[in-house]
């Protein structure tokens, strides 16, 4: 699974070349009376996706006037980066990079709901490390992809934790999370999913413990966001009102008949690039549908105080050199 990775700005500013964001250069009406929309994923498809999917393959999207290409990204950024040059619609990204890329660069987008209500992002180990909590990184090495937003969650828990954040060496192995674990290269890892990662490994016999950082006082965040420019925001809201009204049936039915969902992920997997293990993935559902929606958060719901704590602490841990207003990176539709 791919790791969080913040937005290269360098690249980002690049693909934008004075671009101002606008609608996707696909035709925005197929022919069949239908509008079109390109939707670029954080990665290759995997149970996260699943009601995205059954979405199109239920004919929802079709009742919205609508025709969805779903594809995945070609490079870590595609999403928000495609967007904001106006190449695709909508993307599924993360909330920090969102933040990140309006304060440092003016990136003319903005999320329109929220996909996971809470983080997947976890501190992993194998069991026999006994690293069950911050203080237990004391001393440890910790693996990571090389990201900022990596370095932050580790010096935020053990700083939270009465902890020394310089007691714990960090060290980049790319996206070999797993690997670095079970050689015994770092003692943990920050980047793995709890959805993914973690019954990976279990599958393959590796008995593991791990813990949020949420948990020791870095903010609740939405782990996905879907993302849209801000002139198709201003000026199409009622075709994302549309889709995301076609994602809420596909999670109902995610929700209601799993398996079959599921299924129909495993039909539109990318086997070529990221072949999925159907168990591994049932596995990821029965973790992913509790936080998808809670008895608190309906399903792609997303409220100002979410953002406005992760912005706060984004600033308290010089991730963003200013704090942006919660409206220049959220915006509220009606769907």
């Excluded at 990665?43 to 290409?69: D, S």
């Excluded at 929700?255 to 992920?265: A, C, G, H, I, R």
């Amino acid at each position: 699974m791919k790791k969080r990775v913040f937005a290269a700005i360098a690249a980002l500013t690049m693909l934008l070349g004075g671009c101002a964001g606008g609608q996707a250069e696909n035709a925005p009406d197929n022919g069949d009376g239908l509008r079109e929309l390109t939707v670029v994923l954080d990665w290759y498809p995997n149970a996260l996706h699943a009601f995205l999917y059954q979405a199109e393959k239920a004919g929802y999207f079709a009742e919205e006037g609508l025709t969805v290409n779903i594809q995945p990204p070609a490079g870590v950024n595609d999403a928000m980066s495609m967007v904001a040059a106006g190449k695709a619609d909508i993307g599924l990204y993360y909330q920090q990079d969102v933040i990140q890329a309006r304060v440092q660069q003016d990136v003319p987008i903005k999320s329109i709901a929220a996909v996971v209500q809470a983080p997947l992002n976890i501190v992993l180990s194998l069991k026999d490390e006994n690293i069950t909590k911050p203080e237990d990184l004391v001393g440890k090495t910790v693996g990571y992809a090389g990201t900022e937003l990596s370095e932050a969650l580790i010096r935020s828990i053990m700083k939270n934790s009465g902890a020394d954040p310089s007691d714990v060496t960090m060290v980049d192995v790319g996206f070999e999370l797993m690997a670095s674990m079970t050689t015994g290269n770092v003692d943990a890892t920050i980047g793995c999913l709890v959805n993914h990662e973690v019954p990976q490994m279990e599958k393959e016999g590796f008995a593991v413990n791990y813990f949020f950082p949420d948990d020791f006082g870095v903010p609740k965040y939405y782990e996905g966001i879907f993302l849209a420019s801000d002139e198709m925001i201003a000026n199409e809201p009622e075709v994302l009102a549309g889709f995301l009204r076609a994602c809420a049936k596909g999670f109902d039915d995610f929700q209601s008949n799993t398996d079959e969902v599921l299924q129909v992920l495993l039909d539109n997997q990318d086997e070529a690039n990221f072949a999925l293990d159907p168990e591994v993935e049932k596995q990821s559902c029965e973790t992913l549908l509790p936080l998808m929606e809670t008895a608190d958060a309906p399903f792609l719901s997303q409220t100002e105080a979410c953002w406005q704590e992760n912005i706060d602490w984004m600033y308290d841990e010089g991730l963003i050199s200013e704090k942006p207003d919660v409206s220049e990176v959220m915006a509220s539709i009606e769907f």
